[in-house]
């Protein structure tokens, strides 16, 4: 299992533009076959969540079986983009992608039942939101921003953005994306994000077998690049187990899987 990570692992570093910041290593722990990993994964302590368009699937993380599902209308529900468990329930990021002018939903699900709760629409904001999490009292969410197909005019992926909200869904704040991290996004966008230990931000693009670590600055509104590890994902929604906050779920597209990784030690970059 090692060698196959390390044999993944140069891929990545062969295929990929280099970066500035330290370039680390995730391990490959396992895969779980699921139909549904499209758009990304959630994690809870017991379950996975594959979640695709209009879809999403839950597997126990033990044993990989499937355990329950939801389906929707792709009409009401075209581009679920994430999901995250707050509580009993499970918190996604919806849109209209790539229709323009760019429109908002974060839809609810109780998590037992796997049943749709309701509709927060966010309207138009300032990109297409991909991922939405909890953390201090406060909402957190990414808006993409793309170049070309479901891009508004006047904007690429550069005016990607993290936003805070307070409970009434009302910006509180907003921070910008290094050229760093930007640059591996090109030409889209912000596609996972996760808040792990010690205030770093984990965030995947859509594409490239990486994950980059960030923080929120002292002063400024730049996020910081702390790290870039590189991961046998295919970009996309991320997950950490809230059992473990070394252990990093992704998704393979083009396989339909689940892929569970193991993060290296960043104490010491935090």
């Not at 758009?39 to 594959?50: F, L």
């Amino acid at each position: 299992m090692r060698l196959r990570a390390a044999i993944l692992a140069l891929a990545v570093l062969g295929s990929a533009p280099a970066t500035a910041q330290p370039l680390l290593q995730a391990e490959l722990v396992r895969t779980y076959e699921a139909a549904e990993a499209n758009q990304g994964v959630a994690v809870d302590d017991r379950s996975i969540y594959a979640i695709g368009n209009s879809e999403i699937g839950r597997y126990d993380k033990k044993s990989g079986k499937r355990t329950g599902g939801w389906v929707g209308d792709p009409k009401v529900f075209p581009h679920l983009n994430s999901c995250a468990p707050v509580g009993p329930e499970l918190i996604c990021a919806s849109s209209n992608y790539p229709t323009t002018p760019m429109a908002s939903t974060v839809e609810v699900f109780d998590r037992a039942k796997l049943t749709h709760l309701r509709s927060i629409p966010l309207g138009h904001q300032v990109g297409s939101l991909t991922w939405v999490l909890r953390k201090d009292n406060a909402w957190w969410a990414a808006f993409a921003n793309y170049d070309g197909r479901g891009g508004e005019p006047g904007r690429d992926h550069s005016f990607t953005a993290l936003v805070k909200f307070d409970d009434a869904w009302k910006a509180q704040g907003q921070w910008s994306f290094p050229k760093s991290v930007l640059d591996r996004f090109a030409p889209r966008s912000a596609s996972g994000g996760v808040w792990g230990e010690g205030g770093l931000l984990y965030v995947s693009g859509h594409d490239l077998a990486e994950i980059y670590a960030l923080r929120l600055p002292k002063s400024g509104d730049m996020l910081e690049h702390v790290a870039t590890i590189a991961s046998p994902i295919e970009g996309q929604a991320i997950a950490l187990d809230p059992t473990d906050h070394r252990a990093m779920y992704g998704i393979s597209r083009k396989k339909r899987e689940v892929v569970a990784t193991r993060l290296p030690d960043l104490g010491s970059l935090k």
